[in-house]
């Protein structure tokens, strides 16, 4: 592997942007459609993607995060029901809102909470974000694929040295 590509991939393990990674790699970038076309060529090299695949398993493996762990918690934000965290009761004829004891809420269901306090109008719980969880969860299974289009102007002589099998990047 390149020392190029070594700084891609390094780059690209920061925040999984390709397009970032690729301009940092290679300072002469400054298109983004170029920087996108190079790095989609990048992540099909076979040495990088070994590497980054590498990389990727041993950072797991350091923080003992695994990939379906994030995808449970995930599914916990998304899945969340407002009912397992509060009740509405009859007091009085009047209908309240009125929480549940945290002992009362399975552990499983904490997590989909961001957070408890004290407000103005009594005690208010902020949930976690429950349509990007769904959107991170339908990505991750694949749901949705967006389709990009990829435009790249080549010379005639760059055309034919890639014909003749000069590949480098």
Do not use: C
């Not at 695949?53 to 379906?68: C, F, G, H, L, S």
Request: charged content about 35%.
């Amino acid at each position: 592997m390149t020392e190029k590509q070594k700084k891609f991939a390094d780059e690209y393990l920061i925040d999984l942007n390709a397009t970032r990674a690729y301009k940092a790699a290679y300072k002469s970038v400054k298109n983004d459609n170029s920087a996108m076309a190079g790095a989609s060529r990048m992540l099909r090299n076979v040495k990088v993607a070994t590497y980054i695949e590498e990389k990727m398993a041993e950072r797991a493996e350091r923080t003992e995060i695994k990939q379906d762990d994030v995808v449970k918690e995930l599914a916990k934000i998304g899945f969340a029901q407002i009912t397992d965290y509060v009740e509405v009761q009859n007091i009085n004829g009047f209908e309240k809102v009125i929480i549940k004891p945290t002992d009362e809420i399975e552990k499983e269901k904490i997590g989909a909470i961001a957070g408890i306090k004290e407000g103005r109008n009594g005690i208010e719980i902020k949930m976690n974000d429950k349509v990007k969880a769904l959107e991170l969860l339908g990505k991750h299974l694949g749901m949705f694929t967006e389709k990009q289009e990829i435009k790249a102007q080549i010379s005639y002589e760059d055309y034919l040295s890639k014909l003749d099998g000069d590949y480098s990047y």
